[in-house]
């Protein structure tokens, strides 16, 4: 909720259980919400529940809409990063991702056709509020080509066969594509990328979690 | 199963489904089964649901002792790294942790009081493996001061306030520690810190997931 209201997201109403309110963080989000002229419904527990998908609901439900982006309306930084997202299936591991990139400063989140609904309720409560102001734009590889080309951003590949990452050796406007959790980057869209990084690791060790090799790899090609 | 196999424990059984063993990946895993002289044992579908506690088990499941290691025991490299968990709650979390502090080359992983279960089924899970080979200690903090003195290992913290992570900026023998989801780092085991180590990012983002930033600094702090 603190992020919600924190965010550029318009926010159209709210439920909350009779009890809500309690406690001075509780207070204050109601204050907000009361403040921004918004209409809350005190309902019971039951109909609170029903309305949320969580097993232990904090009390509270807002609604707000889905910000929609497209591409061309993407802003674009002289220097930047730019996140492709090829068919990743775990919703935590997405909100995780989407938290990451947020931290590391990406411009956008771009996801093919493949990666699970970037509005899934566990994409967004991982995601941490970074969901609400991160833009997270769904695309086709032929979309993504044609963004590429047309602004002239370079695309790299996460990928266990590519070179050994190095920090401070990335070009200042870079997309970074992290693939499947059990496939890697699909050969469709390994045609589109000029190089491909690795993380070096442990023989012993098969993979590492997508979501941590990403927040390794954002973080030694920082921009 | 096949990461079980592969690694150092000791199985002492498998159930399974009657359909089990229909492609070349199943009938190599109970030919291994079979060649080790293990008594399987095949059973319904909800026998096997019964002993397994996915919502999709893979129609096996084995019994293996959980392994035990002592402080005492542990290697003693030269060049080290050793992980310190302070009360990291979510299993997922844990699991990935594991995880990766196998890819990065971790010797062992220390887990206080507070930690979760380093042996709880979604932890292992998440681990893909790397709990059947990785040594994973629960311990006092009075335990893990000792075992750092006598060893004349420092111990380095992950905490925002602390100064930037910077590459190959770490002794040949460190101890991480990497604190609970949202408290970090008790004060109590940070009296035993000699250095605290930040990821910077952005300011608009409050924190990375526990995983993702354990990621980041074991892979800054290699050894």
Chains 1, 2 share one sequence.
Do not use: C
Request: glycine share 8%; no cysteine.
């Amino acid at each position: 909720m603190e992020e919600l209201l924190d965010s550029p997201l318009r926010v159209h109403g709210a439920l909350h259980e009779s009890g809500y309110g309690g406690s001075e963080r509780e207070r204050q989000i109601l204050a907000r919400l009361q403040a921004m002229g918004m209409e809350t419904l005190v309902v019971s527990e039951a109909e609170l529940a029903s309305a949320s998908d969580t097993e232990q609901p904090q009390g509270i439900v807002a609604i707000a809409r889905m910000p929609e982006h497209s591409l061309v309306e993407l802003p674009d930084p002289e220097r930047g990063r730019w996140l492709v997202l090829d068919a990743i299936q775990d919703p935590g591991n997405l909100g995780t991702i989407i938290r990451t990139a947020a931290a590391m400063g990406v411009s956008a989140v771009l996801a093919l056709r493949g990666t699970v609904d970037v509005w899934n309720s566990k994409v967004v409560r991982s995601s941490m509020g970074a969901s609400f102001r991160m833009p997270l734009v769904p695309l086709t590889v032929a979309e993504l080509q044609s963004f590429l080309s047309d602004r002239g951003i370079p695309l790299w590949a996460a990928d266990a066969g590519g070179e050994p990452v190095q920090q401070k050796s990335a070009p200042r406007r870079l997309a970074l594509v992290v693939g499947n959790e059990g496939a890697g980057v699909s050969a469709e869209v390994m045609q589109l990328v000029q190089r491909r990084v690795a993380i070096p690791m442990d023989s012993a060790v098969e993979s590492l979690n997508v979501a941590v090799a990403t927040g390794i790899l954002l973080y030694m090609l920082q921009s």
